[in-house]
């Protein structure tokens, strides 16, 4: 499985930034996005289910969207109202057959 993100960059607080996250195989498994900050554990931003359900970081909630395009094997974060805190390397994720699967990440700047 390859998982190539992209859309990161260098963003003001209060701005918003869309990844996207292609896949080399059928995106109907548990696709996720999560992020690592310097110094901390990588830790899950949004997830969708193989029938459409999501769930989000709690912090998170109301300013991130997770989605998908099946057809296209594409999956999105959007992220808004964006907050220096949010600064991280951003990874898309695929668990199937058990294992998870990652991508290379892409690095979000979030400048106050």
């Known amino acids: 499985v390859q998982l190539q993100a992209s859309g990161g960059g260098l963003v003001q607080a209060g701005g918003s930034l869309r990844l996207s996250c292609a896949a080399s195989r059928s995106i109907s498994s548990i696709m996720g996005w999560y992020r690592q900050a310097p110094g901390k554990q990588r830790e899950l931003v949004a997830r969708i289910y193989g029938g459409g359900s999501t769930d989000y970081a709690d912090s998170l909630k109301g300013r991130f969207t997770i989605s998908r395009d099946i057809a296209k094997r594409m999956v999105y974060l959007q992220m808004n109202s964006l907050k220096p805190e949010d600064t991280a390397v951003y990874y898309c994720?695929?668990?199937?057959?058990?294992?998870?699967?990652w991508g290379q990440g892409t690095q979000v700047t979030v400048s106050s």
């Open positions: 994720n695929m668990y199937w057959w058990g294992r998870d699967h």
